[in-house]
């Protein structure tokens, strides 16, 4: 199984939507900050969201499984 890399390329908060969607007292996240590298493949790598990585994981399990060859994804990755 093949690592992937994976940059932190922005962290943003939207506040107006934070208030007006989440639970009250949510704050930007305090673990991901921009520039930040990881390499993981089918578990969660040391030091990365929880949050962050529930969002993607199936796409790093994928790519670190040759999920890049062609006519994965759409034809898109």
Do not use: H
Request: charged residues 25%; proline residues 3%.
């Amino acid at each position: 199984m093949k690592k992937v890399k994976i940059t932190v390329l922005k962290a943003v908060f939207y506040e107006d939507l934070a208030k007006e969607y989440g639970v009250e007292g949510l704050a930007p996240c305090s673990i991901m900050k921009e520039g930040q590298v990881f390499y993981a493949d089918r578990t969660r790598p040391e030091g990365f969201c929880d949050g962050a990585w529930r969002s993607i994981y199936q796409y790093v399990f994928a790519l670190a499984n040759g999920g890049g060859r062609e006519g994965f994804f759409y034809d898109d990755w």
